[in-house]
């Protein structure tokens, strides 16, 4: 080939024959010209990119990460444990001076100890009306009730995606059932169903669990999964059916079609990632919403379990003592806040990061 | 009237039939699968006196056959006898307590929607400028507590530390903290609704115009913006008045106020089914009734909102 091309004649204008140059090495001027002066951006990396600008954003995130690592690893490391009241030895009140103690106030057994030279780390909060070390609860019940927004929210991402995902899919009469049904869930009155519901489970329900595994995790807390489970995703549903419609009419679907995909793979495969941020703004708006249900049903006695805690459980419970103990309610409120503040805000900024219409 | 909103309304109207329906066999049902019935309570009459307690109110009889004759009984608005408060029916308490409960409600909507209205004009107008950062730092920070917090707060705050107001909610006085603390809530959710439609609005060619010719900045803020901006809104009076509904659930319990969430709040407590069967299908059905409402209203206000 090669000596051929040497001995080609010189190139006729009009001829079709190929420049021979063309075909030269490249030299390093020309290769530079070719390198990537960076790395090619991901959709995801950008909307990384952009969050990371946004400040506000970035101090929620801290503060969610920071609550959440120490409501994860500080019960495991602190001396006192959320259910154990520090007057009572083996079901016997041995000494009641550890009730409603005062923040860095110590009980009478602890004082004695402490003029032996032992050395006793402090009730911060102090404790509440059965001696139970306040701060603890507090973490404890910061740690619930994160885990009761985030399943929660988990399941209606789950069952959400799936069926806004076929109804979208599918189209036609399939999506006008899907739908109807969706609209008849959506209108009806959510809370009100929800006490109804939580009072019905938390009867029926203590029975059948007995005994097994779910039984640690309380009544309560199944039966706000299960309403969840019921009610709350038909918002997801519809959100993600109305990506699923925009996606369809994408020509990488018809492509996949085409060569013969099926219904499920292309879903799986080629839509639901493609909401993947309308799945991660919606998800992170639904845990404040979840912690807010947990901690009205806990007002009205419908929550977690008792000795369980959860923030809601504790402002609930500290009101009765409100004119006395009234740091009880704040501290469990300012947390509340805190929390469902962050998310709120770190939910907008992800909206803002990775919804590519309100991209410049 | 055209055919195509006469058809909507129509749609939804069958929908919101259905849904109170709905909303009426599954607290029946639900009621009827807790077990124990409502005559257990710690000191449980004799057999022979519940299974006569029980005829007396049907409650031997198939499931089916109540189920009917509370679907009929319902219909004409009998909810029943109440079992804990002995001598009344449900349908008595219910409207005794709703007459305190809708002046509150309706007091904290009007609060929510003209402060919220305000505010949120305000924060457009004046956009990117202090007093628009304030009022959505405010109204992004009421929203991230709920609602019995705020309730108890305003009760510490304006009965224990600065007592202005009693905390008792049986007087008109003490009418004030409940209404604020059901208020609040909507009012940020109104406010930032305001904001934003308000904020499209004054970009939009026809404001440019009427600046241009002239017309004075107060004209065109409450004739040519606020009118097109308020649309929005009408969508969120029906959700609401749902959020007011159930949070005077808590709110009415914290202040002690006699209203019907008060009662809901002790049915529940008590387990009286009758009374919580009675309250759930009266306060779900004015609540989708209002939805339907604000739906309606504003498909009928904003002719551009596509029907299909």
């Not at chain 1, 920071?66 to 520090?86: C, D, G, N």
């Not at chain 1, 912690?291 to 504790?314: C, Q």
């Amino acid at each position: 080939m090669k000596k051929k091309t040497a001995s080609m004649p010189k190139k006729n204008p009009l001829s079709l024959q190929l420049d021979i140059s063309k075909f030269e090495k490249a030299n390093d001027e020309e290769k530079f010209l070719q390198q990537r002066m960076r790395e090619s951006t991901t959709f995801f990396k950008d909307g990384m990119r952009r969050l990371a600008k946004n400040k506000l954003a970035m101090t929620c995130l801290i503060i969610v990460v920071f609550i959440v690592l120490i409501a994860i690893f500080v019960p495991m490391i602190y001396p006192y444990s959320y259910e154990q009241q520090l007057g009572v030895t083996a079901g016997q009140s041995v000494d009641s001076s550890y009730n409603n103690l005062k923040p860095f106030e110590y009980g009478e057994t602890e004082l004695k100890r402490m003029e032996e030279g032992e050395s006793i780390f402090p009730h911060i909060f102090g404790t509440d009306s059965h001696g139970r070390d306040y701060a603890i609860r507090v973490i404890y019940g910061t740690r619930i009730s994160l885990i009761v927004g985030f399943f929660a929210s988990i399941i209606v991402l789950i069952i959400g995606a799936i069926y806004g995902a076929i109804s979208g899919y599918y189209g036609g009469k399939v999506d006008l059932i899907m739908m109807r049904i969706v609209d008849i869930i959506y209108s009806l009155p959510d809370l009100l169903m929800i006490i109804l519901l939580a009072t019905v489970l938390k009867q029926t329900l203590t029975p059948v669990i007995e005994g097994t595994g779910l039984e640690k995790l309380g009544v309560g807390m199944i039966s706000i999964f299960i309403v969840f489970a019921l009610l709350y995703w038909v918002g997801m549903a519809r959100l993600i059916r109305g990506q699923i419609l925009t996606i369809k009419q994408q020509d990488y679907v018809l492509n996949a079609r085409s060569i013969g995909a099926k219904g499920g793979h292309i879903i799986r495969r080629h839509m639901l990632p493609n909401c993947i941020s309308v799945l991660i703004i919606s998800t992170a708006l639904q845990i404040p919403s979840a912690i807010f249900t947990e901690s009205y049903l806990s007002f009205l006695g419908l929550g977690v379990n008792m000795p369980m805690p959860s923030l809601g459980s504790l402002a609930a419970e500290a009101r009765s003592g409100i004119f006395t103990y009234s740091y009880r309610l704040i501290i469990p409120a300012v947390t509340i806040f805190l929390i469902v503040l962050s998310l709120n805000l770190l939910g907008d900024g992800l909206r803002d990061a990775f919804d590519p219409k309100l991209k410049k | 009237m055209n055919s195509k909103l006469a058809f909507y309304i129509v749609k939804r109207v069958l929908l919101a039939l259905f849904t109170v329906f709905l909303v009426i066999t599954i607290t029946f049902f639900a009621m009827k699968a807790i077990p124990g019935g409502p005559f257990l309570s710690e000191k449980s009459p004799s057999p022979a006196v519940t299974a006569q307690l029980e005829a007396k109110y049907g409650l031997d009889k198939p499931i089916l056959e109540q189920y009917g004759t509370y679907l009929s009984d319902v219909l004409h608005f009998d909810f029943g006898p109440s079992i804990k408060n002995r001598g009344r029916t449900v349908t008595d308490l219910i409207l005794e307590g709703f007459k305190t409960s809708g002046m509150l409600g309706l007091e904290a909507a009007g609060i929510a929607i003209l402060i919220g209205l305000a505010l949120g004009s305000l924060a457009a107008v004046f956009h990117n400028k202090w007093i628009d950062k304030i009022i959505m730092v405010l109204s992004t920070g009421s929203v991230a507590m709920p609602s019995f917090v705020i309730a108890t707060l305003l009760l510490l705050a304006f009965c224990v530390w600065v007592p202005i107001f009693p905390p008792n909610g049986s007087t008109s006085a003490g009418l004030v903290l409940p209404v604020i603390s059901l208020s609040l809530y909507p009012m940020a959710y109104i406010t930032r609704l305001t904001r934003s439609s308000m904020l499209d609005v004054l970009g939009q060619d026809y404001i440019r115009t009427a600046r241009a010719k002239g017309v004075s900045p107060i004209k065109v803020i409450f004739k040519h913006s606020l009118k097109n901006a308020v649309t929005p809104v009408i969508t969120y009076v029906g959700p609401m008045i749902a959020y007011i509904l159930t949070g005077s659930l808590v709110v009415e319990n914290i202040f002690s106020v006699p209203g019907i969430g008060n009662y809901f709040f002790s049915s529940i407590i008590n387990r009286d089914y009758p009374m919580v069967m009675g309250t759930t299908i009266f306060l779900a059905t004015l609540m989708v009734i209002m939805t339907l409402l604000s739906d309606i209203a504003y498909k009928i206000f904003d002719p551009r909102v596509d029907l299909s």
